[in-house]
């Protein structure tokens, strides 16, 4: 069933947006003066709501969520080959599979203008709504902007994550002032980048309402938690990590789908397990996730069949047994879907993601491949399960852990796993999270932030060096653009 928020979408601004001095529509920070629209002159109700259905819009876009951001966080790791035929390179996602790319690579720069390109869309509404000039009523002007500092600390996390120290660009610059135009190229720590995530999603924690209280598809107090565990995790902050995921978890909002294989259709979008979702809009008014479906399935027969599992992640799933998590993320050459449709017996690539497939005869879908009726799952109580029992086990709680741990196995009909021993439950957790969270942009950012991300791709074959290939390389155009004001990650 479709949204109030999918309908509100169709007044989204769908373009570039230029309310005081924003970027343009291309994919480096430079800032471009635009004419200036002031919040007395600009400001209604509407106009706020699109302020913020402005950033939703980007995480539609093709740069965003789909090609280079399935490159470097999927087909970089160990879960996903490139797909497609052998000779078609997708621009650089060979190189990705390869890890030989470098900094002239485009996907880097595309995800990196993207992530930029949203912060920008957040800051504009942030500045606008949050002014003195503004009359709103407090509770929902404070919702507004809950969203939008939730939705700006989702593109930094995106960012820090792959870059280290990043431009921190937390309001509407100006570029009659110096230190404006200095602050587009000039990398800040990457703490401090944290710090700013952090603040942002307590703020929307604090403003934001639940599930239950807000328009379907939009951000809400469960979302800020959740991603703020996240982040703790990442920073090792254990006792963050648990005291907020115990809170979402009391919350009462969320459960456990019963039926992993129907997490990713369309009966089951925004449904009791979902967090946050990236919401698309199919029908007679398109309004999808720009490429996400048709770039990953199965080649010759509905789309160009990148992003593909691999053998090793197929072995990761047999060695658990009859893991029903296989067959609901890898789509095998030859077999009959759910919905009846039969893959070709011989595609290039022996398996495709699952998670990414759209039915074209039980599902909405209106012939347009490019911009489905695809919901991606963003955030879901399956990982918020997972991040309590890692955090607990860190905590040396290992009987707790196991509780929670052993939640997610059951609902795929998995013998409880039962060891109590600390370093051997933290890689039941971590494999936990790799077969669950398959092709959900996890992998790589795990394998990197648990400190083996060089041990599991040089044994693959892949050419790993530690010290560099745990971040990805600052993009080249950005550099040029500086001036060399920008400088290089290690190593590239």
């Keep these: 069933m479709k949204t109030i928020f999918k309908t509100i979408k169709v007044i989204t601004l769908t373009g570039c947006i230029s309310f005081f001095a924003l970027t343009s529509c291309s994919d480096d920070l430079n800032i471009k003066p635009e004419g200036q629209i002031t919040p007395e002159g600009f400001f209604s109700t509407d106009r706020a709501v699109e302020l913020v259905n402005a950033i939703y819009n980007n995480l539609l876009q093709w740069q965003q969520f789909s090609f280079s951001w399935n490159g470097v966080s999927s087909i970089i790791s160990d879960d996903a080959d490139k797909g497609s035929d052998p000779g078609d390179t997708g621009a650089d996602k060979d190189k990705l599979d390869a ?35 503004v009359t709103l009523d407090e509770a929902f002007k404070n919702r507004l902007l809950g969203e939008a500092h939730f939705l700006r600390a ?18 509407v610059l100006d570029p009659n002032v110096p230190e404006d135009l200095a602050a587009v190229s000039t990398r800040i720590p990457q703490a401090e980048i944290y710090d700013l995530i952090i603040a942002d999603l307590t703020f929307a924690s604090e403003n934001l309402n639940n599930k239950s209280q807000m328009e379907v598809g939009r951000a809400t107090s469960g979302a800020a938690l959740t991603l703020l565990a996240k982040v703790q995790m990442y920073l090792k902050n254990w006792d963050e990590v648990k005291r ?29 397990e979902s967090i946050f979702e990236v919401q698309g809009l199919g029908g007679p008014l398109n309004l999808g996730v720009q490429g996400y ?21 197929v072995n990761a799933y047999d060695a658990q047994g009859d893991d029903i998590r296989k067959n609901a993320t890898i789509i095998f050459a030859g077999e009959t879907m759910w919905d009846g449709e039969q893959v070709i017996q011989s595609p290039p690539n ?35 399960l997972l991040m309590n029992a890692e955090a607990l086990n860190e905590l040396g709680q290992s009987s707790a852990a196991l509780i929670q741990l052993n939640k997610v196995r059951t609902r795929v ?77 290690p190593g590239y």
Excluded: C
């Design 244 to 272: 907020l995921t115990d809170e979402v978890i009391a919350s009462g909002q969320y459960d456990l789908q019963a039926d992993y294989a129907t997490l990713w259709r369309e009966s089951s979008e925004n449904g009791i």
């Design 413 to 489: 009909s998995l013998p409880d796993v039962t060891t109590t021993g600390q370093t051997q439950l933290r890689l039941a957790v971590w494999n936990e999270r790799r077969l669950e969270l398959a092709f959900e942009h996890d992998r790589w950012f795990d394998l990197v932030r648990q400190g083996r991300a060089g041990q599991v791709m040089r044994a693959h074959g892949k050419a790993f060096v530690d010290g560099k290939h745990e971040l990805s390389p600052i993009p080249q155009a950005q550099i040029d653009v500086s001036g060399g004001s920008l400088t290089q990650n």
């Design 99 to 133: 890890l030989t790319f470098s900094s002239t690579d485009p996907s880097f720069n595309e995800v990196w203008g993207a992530n930029y390109r949203g912060i920008t869309r957040s800051n504009t509404a942030i500045g606008i709504i949050s002014s003195p000039d």
């Design 154 to 171: 989702y593109f930094y996390f995106n960012l820090v994550r792959m870059f280290g120290d990043i431009p921190k660009l937390d309001r």
């Design 350 to 384: 022996p398996r495709y993601n699952e998670k990414a497939y759209i039915s074209r005869v039980a599902e909405t879908f209106n012939g347009n491949d490019w911009e489905s009726n695809k919901n991606i799952r963003v955030l879901r109580f399956a990982e918020v």
């Design 293 to 313: 479906v048709v770039s990953q399935s199965v080649r010759g027969q509905w789309g160009w069949g990148f992003n593909t599992p691999t053998e090793d992640l």
